[in-house]
């Protein structure tokens, strides 16, 4: 098997990290928002798309699962809904949840209504076997 690029939830080394990659492996997040800034043309990284698969990295970099993408939407942050903001298995209980959250996590940006969220959805294909739990 090819080797895949990383995916990462939060920052390594970080509580979030491991409550966010936990629940990932419970099933219980399916769902992820990333600034549109933070992917080319603005950086190198380029925009996820459906279909491809990614090495979920846990709290000390290491690949722990396979998920693959299966939506990328680009939407305004006054545009992101219930079903996404629950989707994100953080708990949250209203968009205004969401959105106190993310404002915290981007707290080095501005965020607005308008500004750009890429609302990405994917699915937990398979936990590597050292972590199959």
């Not at 903001?85 to 959250?101: I, K, L, T, Y």
Request: hydrophobic share 40%.
């Amino acid at each position: 098997m090819r080797e895949l690029p990383p995916y990462e939830l939060g920052y390594a080394r970080t509580d979030l990290r491991r409550q966010l990659v936990d629940a990932v492996l419970r099933g219980e997040k399916t769902a992820t928002a990333g600034l549109r800034s933070d992917f080319a043309p603005h950086t190198h990284d380029p925009l996820p798309r459906a279909g491809e698969r990614f090495a979920l990295l846990d709290f000390d970099d290491r690949p722990v699962a396979v998920v693959e993408t299966t939506e990328v939407r680009v939407v305004r942050a006054g545009d992101v809904d219930l079903d996404f903001a629950h989707d994100e298995g953080e708990g949250f209980e209203s968009v205004e949840d969401w959105r106190r959250a993310h404002e915290r996590f981007w707290s080095e940006h501005e965020i607005t209504d308008d500004t750009l969220i890429v609302a990405e959805r994917f699915r937990l294909v398979e936990r590597l076997p050292e972590h199959a739990g």
